[in-house]
């Protein structure tokens, strides 16, 4: 039989990938709407249907898996073989190698920039290009961060948020006690966007009572930290927002209880990276770097 359109079969592979028709459409800068008639005619052109549509939600069917791991295997070795011929004729070639990195601000500020002077020291030839916004697609790598449920197979887990409450040192010498997980309502909480985060982990800490005496909602992590170091109040923060300053002594824990909330921190790698050398070398400090952060704060 003739091959199907090539558009389709492109289509299929990232949505089938992504697990999302809108994601697929960035990846591929089309309009969701297209992906999805660009799938229908590829279906058509095949006679079955390739994914179970449920509710704003798409999954291969047994065919359409194998369909779609076979073509990802296709596509992987045509971009590889292009990356190849590419780099060697390149005039670059063996020069300074471009890296170009999205990262969520609050892994950035507190967490990354600290660190990244010693990659630059390790490997000068690799030049970052970083940046806060913009499509993961347009990246080499990205390091989002994303709720469980959400999180389909292109991202690649690298911590999950585990949150604990933290202050600045002079409240455990306050007026107001900090015995217990209970006297946290007694104090000024610091909320992320929304209050949830610190009622789930006041309810898994058995506290029924879960509304503070008084609160500020602020949406920024970097602010959310000089804030609680300014002595302003308590904030439920993760390891990645807290463990430079814990370790300088400007913020301290006053419980050791620790409680995983529904999310994380993922990398995403842009497809088609190949052979792409400075790609691979950040990519492996990364990791290197995440793994001795959670040998730091002690996450399994």
């Known amino acids: 039989m003739a091959l199907p359109s090539l558009n389709g079969m492109r289509a299929f592979e990232a949505a089938a990938r992504l697990g999302s028709v809108k994601d697929a459409a960035e990846e591929l800068h089309l309009t969701p709407s297209a992906v999805s008639r660009h799938i229908r005619a590829l279906e058509k052109n095949l006679g079955q249907d390739l994914f179970e549509r449920g509710f704003r939600q798409i999954t291969p069917t047994i065919r359409g898996s194998y369909y779609a791991r076979s073509l990802s295997e296709a596509f992987e070795a045509i971009w590889r073989a292009t990356d190849d011929v590419s780099l060697a004729n390149s005039p670059s070639h063996g020069r300074t190698q471009r890296v170009r990195v999205l990262c969520v601000p609050a892994v950035l500020n507190l967490w990354l920039a600290d660190r990244l002077p010693n990659f630059r020291r390790l490997h000068p030839a690799v030049e970052l290009e970083i940046s806060t916004s913009g499509k993961r697609a347009n990246f080499d790598l990205a390091i989002v961060d994303e709720f ?25 010498d306050g007026p107001v006690p900090l015995r ?10 610091i909320h992320e966007c929304e209050s949830m985060r610190w009622k789930r982990w006041l309810e898994q800490e058995g506290v029924l009572d879960t509304t503070p005496k008084s609160s500020t909602t602020l949406d920024d992590c970097t602010l959310i930290m000089r804030e609680t170091i300014n002595g302003a109040g308590i904030a439920l923060a993760d390891t990645m927002m807290a463990q430079d300053f814990l ?3 400007k913020l301290v824990a006053p419980f050791q209880a620790r409680h995983t909330y529904p999310a994380g ?6 497809r088609s990276i190949g052979n792409k050398p400075g790609t691979g070398l950040f990519q492996d400090w990364l990791l290197s770097e995440v793994e001795d952060h959670k040998r730091v704060m002690a996450i399994a």
């Open 180 to 189: 217990s997980p209970a006297d946290l309502v007694n104090h000024h909480l």
């Open 265 to 270: 921190i993922y990398l995403h790698q842009r």
């Open 247 to 249: 370790q300088q002594g």
């Open 148 to 172: 469980v449920y959400k999180a389909g197979p292109a991202l690649t887990l690298l911590i999950p948020l585990v949150l604990t409450p933290v202050c600045a040192p002079s409240l455990l």
